[in-house]
């Protein structure tokens, strides 16, 4: 007698849980290679992933290169080496800090360590996307405050009033970048400190700090000396933008020990690479490499902020390595134009920002080409042209 055939499940998918499935996932910018692609065009610039155009410096590369003949080799699971650098660089204990493969990932440790059915956490309407997608999946509810109105004096910037407002009891996470990302926007140094002493406790203060070296060059300084007085408080860091390190993935997470603790015990073993990590070692030993691209860059976000006022087109205050550019009409159909013309720029209608793209500040003739691009397709840059 032959055994019973175990029925095949109709929806595999239904497994997954609820908060999984209901779900939108996060949608990156469009790589080169796909347009390429898809449009048969050769001549392509990316201006939509806040890349920085400028790379790591030569002794990053090397320290890369180096490494390759390591690969087949599982990384240091515990990072010894690049939190002792991190632990130099920030003058902070080892015991604070957790690595991550990119920022993102420490998102996800923080949701999944600190949130479950039962919790919620807050974040501000057109904060980073990535917020939201991972408070929904552990379950947690998650709270949008609204942001400050286009007309307010920093429009589309996190209202932290509006935020103190809308933590509950069951509040364990509280995310705020600074500045933020798509908008640009950020948080003035005293009012963000007034909103993290008035946190109650049970919450963690997430303050993401991706773009540091940009906003502190726009007079943005980092709330990482609060650490010590605020055991809530939880700052995040990125070697993707202004060291030049998008394609290796890692970050770090300075906080209490007890916080750092318990996001060690989620962390995946191995989670950062030989190569990331060795690459994110040399990076640090040449912040003058660092801090000349972020000057290079602010600049030309200065001079490309100069040419969208001459076209009369709308942004958003930036101090980031990016500008949030108000289109006017439909930023989808500016986009698939500009896609057509060889840039690649990012629509951020997911965010509620139908007329907004988001676009990065490159190299000065990658600018240049966009910015000559963006004024041929815009009504307000046409109308300005011939005025």
């Known amino acids: 007698m032959s055994a019973p055939t175990k029925p095949a499940a109709a929806h595999p998918g239904q497994l997954?849980?609820?908060?999984?499935?209901?779900?939108?996932?996060?949608?990156?910018?469009?790589?080169?290679?796909?347009?390429?692609?898809?449009?048969?065009?050769?001549?392509?610039?990316?201006?939509?992933?806040?890349?920085?155009?400028?790379?790591?410096?030569?002794a990053v590369v090397a320290a890369i290169q180096a490494a390759i003949a390591d690969v087949?080799?599982?990384?240091?699971?515990?990072?010894?080496?690049?939190?002792?650098?991190?632990?130099?660089?920030?003058?902070?204990?080892?015991?604070?800090?957790?690595?991550?493969?990119?920022?993102?990932?420490?998102?996800?440790?923080?949701?999944?360590?600190?949130?479950?059915?039962?919790?919620?956490?807050?974040?501000?309407?057109?904060?980073?996307?990535?917020?939201?997608?991972?408070?929904?999946?552990?379950?947690?509810?998650?709270?949008?405050?609204?942001?400050?109105?286009?007309?307010?004096?920093?429009?589309?910037?996190?209202?932290?009033?509006?935020?103190?407002?809308?933590i509950r009891a069951d509040t364990r996470l509280v995310f705020i970048a600074n500045p933020n990302n798509p908008t640009g926007t950020w948080v003035e140094h005293a009012a963000l400190k007034r909103f993290i002493e008035a946190v109650p406790a049970h919450a963690l203060v997430v303050l993401d700090e991706a773009y540091l070296e940009?906003?502190?060059?726009?007079?943005?300084?980092?709330?990482?000396?609060?650490?010590?007085?605020?055991?809530?408080?939880?700052?995040?860091r990125t070697f993707s933008?202004?060291?030049?390190?998008?394609?290796?993935?890692?970050?770090?997470?300075?906080?209490?020990?007890e916080v750092a603790d318990a996001m060690n015990r989620y962390r995946p073993a191995f989670n950062v690479g030989n190569l990331a990590q060795a690459a994110a070692i040399a990076a640090l030993r040449d912040p003058a490499h660092v801090r000349d691209a972020a000057r290079r860059i602010v600049g030309e976000r200065v001079r490309?902020?100069?040419?969208?006022?001459?076209?009369?087109?709308?942004?958003?205050?930036?101090?980031?390595?990016?500008?949030?550019?108000?289109?006017?009409?439909?930023?989808?159909?500016?986009?698939?134009?500009?896609?057509?013309?060889?840039?690649i720029v990012r629509p951020i209608g997911g965010y509620g920002l139908p007329h907004h793209l988001r676009i990065s500040i490159g190299l000065p003739e990658q600018n240049d080409r966009m910015l000559k691009l963006l004024g041929s397709l815009l009504p307000a840059a046409q109308a300005a042209g011939s005025a």
């Open 16 to 58: 997954a849980t609820a908060a999984v499935r209901a779900l939108s996932p996060y949608v990156p910018g469009k790589p080169i290679s796909e347009l390429q692609r898809e449009y048969g065009i050769s001549d392509v610039i990316k201006l939509a992933s806040n890349e920085n155009p400028y790379g790591p410096s030569p």
């Open 72 to 166: 087949w080799l599982y990384p240091d699971g515990s990072a010894h080496e690049l939190k002792q650098a991190l632990a130099a660089h920030l003058a902070l204990p080892v015991e604070c800090l957790t690595v991550g493969n990119g920022s993102n990932e420490l998102l996800l440790m923080l949701a999944e360590t600190f949130l479950n059915v039962q919790h919620s956490a807050v974040c501000s309407q057109y904060g980073f996307a990535i917020y939201p997608l991972v408070i929904r999946a552990t379950g947690a509810a998650c709270l949008e405050a609204p942001a400050y109105a286009p007309g307010a004096a920093m429009p589309y910037g996190h209202d932290l009033d509006a935020m103190l407002r809308v």
């Open 304 to 343: 490309v902020e100069a040419a969208l006022r001459a076209m009369g087109l709308q942004f958003a205050p930036s101090a980031g390595n990016f500008l949030m550019v108000d289109c006017g009409r439909s930023a989808a159909q500016v986009y698939e134009q500009m896609l057509r013309g060889g840039v």
């Open 241 to 257: 933008k202004g060291y030049g390190l998008a394609g290796l993935r890692i970050g770090y997470a300075v906080s209490h020990p």
């Open 214 to 236: 940009f906003a502190e060059l726009s007079g943005v300084p980092s709330g990482l000396p609060w650490l010590t007085d605020h055991p809530n408080l939880v700052v995040l």
